[in-house]
């Protein structure tokens, strides 16, 4: 009788075992390609001059 219980359970578990590494090794790539994104450009901020130009000049 207890068995079928605990087997769902068990179930479950691995499911959200599995949805978890998922997840991680998923933000993990996230933030791989934001860091090699980061370190390809230059080291120097980005000009904002545009920004601040009337649209007629």
């Keep these: 009788m207890g068995e079928p219980a605990s087997s ?3 179930w479950r578990w691995a499911r959200e075992i599995a949805i978890a590494v998922l997840l991680t090794v ?3 790539g996230f933030i791989t ?3 090699v ?4 450009g230059s080291h120097t901020p980005p000009s904002f001059e545009t920004a ?3 649209a007629g000049q």
């Design 26 to 28: 998923a933000a993990a």
């Design 37 to 40: 994104r980061g370190n390809g």
């Design 33 to 35: 390609a934001a860091l």
């Design 8 to 10: 769902r359970r068990a």
């Design 52 to 54: 601040r130009k009337p």
